[in-house]
Each structure stands twice: as structure tokens, then as C-alpha cells.
Nanobody, 130 residues
């Protein structure tokens, strides 16, 4: 079992930045693909970004992003701290949602498919408004 706890959400003005964190515990973190998803009120959960495990080197990590996140969001991980991050810049009102961290060890790719993730956090609210 892997437990995931998100933090870092809050209220931010349009154009602002937030950095979300997801702390993992319970099992070794390094072998898991980690993803961020979000769900706005009345909408289905959607993919934001994902990152693979590097194996033996940082250069081996692969990332993927939703089109809406490309150029504005950056996913990263610190295996020593068992934490994955989502740096969000140039935030827009349409980024308002509950953001969820997810983990899987059943795929080696930075998957955008929510059903491929086995473990989920409880979510953290991000609100972008004046």
C-alpha cells in the first residue's frame, strides 16, 4: 500500500503561481510512476501531468503533460524525500479544481489514464480568482 497526501493548494489570483506537493509513504517510492489529476466541479477528473521513475539516474525520468498544462506547469520528484511536486505558473480561472496525486507501479510510462493508477490522495483545492 502507498499513502499519498497532497498539500499546497489555496486561493491565488489569475497569473499567480502555486506549488503542490504530494508526500508518499508506505512503500518504496522510487519505483512508482506519479501523476497529477484534477477535477473541477461538475466535470470529470482529467489528467494534468505525470513523471516516471528514473531508475539509476535523474536523466532517465520521463514526463508528460496535458495540453492545458504545457508551458505553465512542471512536475518533478524528489525520491529522497518521497515527494512529487507540481509547480503551477500563470494560473487561470479555468485551473480551479481539486488536484489529486496518484501513483502506480503497473506501468513504466508517464500515463495520462486515470484507471492505470492504483493509489490516490485525498486532493487539495486550488482556486484561481480575483
Amino acid at each position: 500500500q502507498v499513502q499519498l497526501v497532497e498539500s499546497g493548494g489555496g486561493l491565488v489570483q489569475p497569473g499567480g503561481s502555486l506549488k503542490l506537493s504530494c508526500a508518499a509513504s508506505g512503500r518504496t517510492f522510487r519505483g512508482y510512476v506519479m501523476g497529477w489529476f484534477r477535477q473541477a466541479t461538475g466535470r470529470e477528473r482529467e489528467f494534468v501531468a505525470a513523471i516516471t521513475w528514473s531508475g539509476l539516474s535523474w536523466s532517465g525520468m520521463k514526463t508528460s503533460y496535458a495540453d492545458s498544462a504545457k508551458g505553465r506547469f512542471t512536475i518533478s520528484r524528489d525520491n529522497a524525500k518521497n515527494t512529487v511536486y507540481l509547480q503551477m505558473n500563470s494560473l487561470k480561472p479555468e485551473d480551479t479544481a481539486v488536484y489529486y496525486c496518484a501513483a502506480t507501479d503497473t506501468t513504466g510510462v508517464a500515463s495520462s489514464k486515470s484507471h492505470e493508477y492504483d493509489y490516490w490522495g485525498q486532493g487539495t483545492q486550488v482556486t484561481v480568482a480575483l
